[in-house]
């Protein structure tokens, strides 16, 4: 029987008609800097499901016990990290000026909506039952957060995986409610010590760990100087306090044990 599908070419595989049609500025000419604008946080969202793609498989290979496929993850993923955070140069090319001349046309929207990265969060621990609820009943979104608050996090994996080789992580921890946030422990933190001293293999899984927690805050500096550069102290457009609010959620650890130990190795 003949073949009466089209081959397939570069732009039907990658949907590129569908992809060049969603760049939709909202300003009058429309403003030169508006597709900039539009494209780099397109491309952050794009990073943002490749990232959650690729926890889920760290978080599934630390399940199988396989150290070195999870650790191999864990390196894709921190490099797509140094790509998203070298991404803001791009956009602090874009003059205060340059920006208030499409601002007002953003009217409530904000990266604070980002529900990939309010995901990302969730994933790695930093949960919070209010960022559910801003999104509407019924949305992709609420169900993808909702689906995430309920899920062990990428730290509960890995004290269930640092149980499995060996070491003694208490009950308690293992079966913790897992949409409470990560609290310190001195009982983790002496297991951390043991395995820094003793474990060459797992020292290096935690040294990855430590990377992805510097790794964020490094994005979330580089993303408060962004705002700070691009509209000083004004309010944001999502409604909260701006630069202000984004500077108290800088240097707050995902894995706070993970940096509380380093000095009394
Ligand atoms: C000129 C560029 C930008 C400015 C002025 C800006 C400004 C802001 C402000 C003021 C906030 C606080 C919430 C609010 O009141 O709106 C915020 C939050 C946020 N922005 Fe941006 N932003 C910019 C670019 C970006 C880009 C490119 C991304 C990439 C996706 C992004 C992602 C986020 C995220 C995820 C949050 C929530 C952070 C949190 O709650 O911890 N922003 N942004």
Redesign the pocket.
């Known amino acids: 029987m003949a073949d009466t599908s089209a081959a397939v070419t570069y732009g039907s595989y990658l949907k590129i008609e569908e992809l060049l049609a969603l760049q939709q500025p909202r300003s009058e000419g429309p403003e030169h800097d508006e597709l900039l604008?539009i494209v780099?946080?397109q491309v952050?969202?794009l990073w943002?499901k490749e990232l959650l793609h690729e926890f889920d498989r760290v978080a599934a290979l630390l399940t199988a016990d396989d150290t070195s496929r999870a650790q191999h993850t864990l390196k894709r993923v921190l490099t797509i990290l140094k790509v998203?955070v070298a991404?803001?140069d791009i956009?602090?090319t874009?003059t205060p000026l340059e920006?208030l001349s499409f601002?007002a046309r953003l009217e409530?929207a904000?990266?604070?909506?980002?529900d990939q990265?309010?995901q990302i969060?969730f994933l790695l621990g930093a949960k919070n039952q209010a960022a559910i609820e801003r999104f509407p009943p019924h949305t992709r979104a609420r169900a993808a957060l909702t689906r995430r608050h309920a899920a062990p996090t990428m730290w509960d994996a890995f004290l269930h995986y640092l149980s499995r080789e060996g070491y003694p992580v208490p009950a308690a921890h293992l079966e913790r409610d897992v949409t409470a946030p990560i609290e310190s422990s001195s009982a983790i933190q002496k297991i951390l010590m043991d395995v820094y001293r003793t474990d060459p293999k797992n020292a290096e899984l935690c040294e990855r760990l430590v990377d992805l927690d510097e790794g964020l805050q490094e994005w979330?500096y580089r993303?408060v100087k962004?705002?700070e550069r691009?509209?000083g102290m004004?309010?944001?457009?999502?409604?909260?306090?701006?630069?202000a609010?984004?500077a108290t959620?800088v240097g707050t650890p995902l894995f706070p044990d993970l940096w509380d130990i380093r000095g009394h190795l």
């Open positions: 604008f780099i946080h952050y969202e943002f998203m991404q803001l956009l602090e874009m920006f601002r409530a904000s990266g604070f909506q980002s990265f309010r969060e979330r993303h962004m705002v691009t509209i004004k309010r944001g457009t999502g409604g909260s306090p701006g630069a609010y984004l959620t």
